[in-house]
């Protein structure tokens, strides 16, 4: 971890010298918001691709605007940074980026108005953030946070302490991660990923209104469903609908694409990954590794 090299306030560092004081309004009051973004190294191309880059620069951008976060960069700056990052580690495996936009002075106030902001980008190597074969999960008993307390749109880093107590005691129970309700009852999404289901040969996912986050992997798996002719629906999902679904997965950057496989101690579907799972994951991971010729444009290659 130490050999890494950062970009932090305007710089290319050593990671270790990537520090924030104590006092920093954002380690304070989570006054940050985030990315997560992925890059797959292609062993037989020898070539490394990072997964929808300004995809998720746009949306650190628009995390900003809701926090009132000003970063003196734009999206071709951000990508041009994480290229010559990528470049600097020479990584010769799967990594994760982690940009952060953050609240940089320290100041005993809690707003978010009149306060310096700073940004920095971090990557490390990366393998699997849960089981590819197939998770099994519990409905969490915290709810998902509500778009008129923290906006779940925003990739915020104080409100990942919803996932991070929903995520104790599902392991705590024994499962492997959970499943968040929003406060009017209707399944929102995973932990750290986005949910869709399969009833009736129809792949369905909550509307971006369920107090979600708006996942590239999600507009990534509906636009892979509609070219494979699956047909899709943005709608409601019933907690007692997961009960009762063909398959159900969840799809995000960390998690890829994850077919779960029972839900509060029933089991979902038939035995193991579904068809129509099986089909997107295959598809999602051809094109990240950069094997599928039609979404190159999804991919930017590290020289
Ligand atoms: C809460 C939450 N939902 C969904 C996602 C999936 O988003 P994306 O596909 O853009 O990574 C993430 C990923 O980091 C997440 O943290």
């Not at 304070?28 to 985030?34: I, L, S």
């Not at 809690?110 to 074969?133: M, N, Q, S, W």
């Not at 035995?271 to 089909?279: D, P, S, V």
Request: hydrophobic fraction near 40%; charge should be negative.
């Amino acid at each position: 971890m130490s050999a890494s090299i950062a970009f932090f306030r305007g710089e290319y560092v050593s990671l270790d010298q990537a520090n924030i004081s104590i006092a920093t309004h954002a380690l304070n009051y989570g006054t940050g918001c985030f990315e997560g973004i992925r890059a797959y190294y292609n062993a037989t191309r020898q070539q490394g691709y990072i997964f929808r880059m300004a995809e998720h620069y746009e949306r650190l951008l628009a995390s900003c605007r809701i926090l009132r976060i000003e970063i003196p960069h734009s999206v071709t700056d951000l990508c041009q940074i994480t290229v010559e990052l990528m470049k600097r580690n020479a990584f010769r495996e799967d990594v994760y980026i982690r940009p952060l936009a953050f609240k940089a002075e320290p100041v005993i106030k809690v707003t978010l108005e009149g306060i310096e902001d700073a940004f920095g980008v971090f990557a490390l190597p990366f393998g699997e953030y849960l089981p590819l074969r197939g998770i099994r999960v519990m409905t969490s008993s915290w709810q998902r946070i509500d778009d008129n307390a923290i906006p779940a749109r925003a990739k915020v880093t104080g409100s990942y302490i919803n996932t991070a107590l929903a995520v104790s005691d599902a392991h705590a129970a024994g499962f492997d991660d959970c499943i968040f309700l929003n406060p009017d009852g209707h399944v929102s999404e995973g932990s750290a990923a986005n949910l869709f289901m399969v009833r009736q040969g129809v792949l369905v996912t909550p509307p971006v209104t369920d107090n979600l986050l708006e996942g590239i992997t999600r507009q990534s798996i509906l636009q892979l469903a509609e070219e494979h002719g699956i047909s899709v629906a943005e709608r409601h999902i019933d907690r007692s609908e997961l009960y009762v679904a063909d398959e159900v997965f969840l799809a995000g950057t960390g998690v890829q694409v994850v077919p779960i496989v029972e839900i509060d101690g029933r089991r979902v579907g038939g035995k193991g990954e579904g068809a129509i799972t099986r089909r997107l994951k295959q598809a999602y991971l051809a094109c990240a590794r950069g094997d599928d010729p039609r979404h190159q444009d999804w991919l930017t290659a590290v020289k």
